[in-house]
């Protein structure tokens, strides 16, 4: 599919005001998503599972301007504040889909968002906050062309959310969910993301993820910043082969439930990543001491066990635990009681595979 499909064709319907409210969930990538091109292009293909707990709910109320206004004109609360600071990055990414939505500035926007997630909690809002306005803003989209099919509408939010924040994406549908081109994959694309096509066994159903809260603080490295690590990266052209391979291995994983090798594709991407940022230039260490102690018992308490618990990590110090719901009677004490001290002030949520947007 070309950049062209979506561009708008002209619109059936006026709409003069209305509202529309989208909770959008947050996502933890299996094989990670490191380096970008120029517009949000992934380097290489990524996957995800798509959470449920953590989420943003934004509602967009929309009035349209007598004339057409020469900027976007928009009003933004966070948690029922004024949020003034928000406003340049939202300005940003409406100006990267304003071709695609060009009704952008017929309209004064009012965007009240809040996540299920605490604020300081180093959980990062972009993929649920950017996915759940990419589609509010679609929703009026539809309302003026009420002819788009539902797959256009999904393709097209998440073309859009891409714009705003790369993992953003992923956050549209659920459970496993592709962006990014990859030979093994049919119907695979960067430009948007699709739900996984192939054979998921049951043992990935209803996956849980507690997410342990390690540190709280601002994230040591911006994500964009990060991407950026990637160019001229001595190891850049390896890694993102690597991914392409790992999720040609993970397709049989998945049809098989082959929990062993997953363990081993998952945590090595975890690692793969924080080694990136370990061996760029400028170099960062993302991972605290809690973050290794959490590492350590978990290899531990699986070795003893038996149990298939994992680990994966984003751009920080948190620590996504993953085990299949046939464990969590045993995995969730053994969190309780080995994990959950060292977590800032003992804070972790508990989450779980999710189905990907809702419009309420
Ligand atoms: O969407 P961004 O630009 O914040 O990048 C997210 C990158 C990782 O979370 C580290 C990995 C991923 O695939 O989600």
Known sequence: MKIAAFLPKAYTKNVVSGNVTWKSPSNIAL?????KKEDQIPQNPSISFTLDACATTTKLSYKKQETTNTDFSFDLFFEGKQKDDFKPKINTFLQRIEQYLPFLKDYHFTIETSNSFPHSSGIASSASGMSALALCLLSLEKELNPAMTDEHFNQKASFLARLGSGSASRSIEGDLIVWGTHEDTVGSSDLFAIKYPYKVHEVF?????TILLVDKGEKQVSSSVGHNLMHNHPFAAERFAQAHEN????QSVLADGDLKEFIAIVESEALTLHAMMMTSMPYFILMKPNTLEIINRIWKFRETSGSN????????????VLYPENEKDIVYPFIQNELIKFCQNEHHICDRIGFGAKKS
Request: with cysteine.
């Open 31 to 35: 094989i990670k998503y490191w380096g």
């Open 309 to 320: 618990v994992c680990f994966t990590l984003d751009a920080g110090a948190n620590v996504h």
């Open 247 to 250: 999720l040609t291995k993970m």
């Open 205 to 209: 159903k209803n996956y849980h993820d």
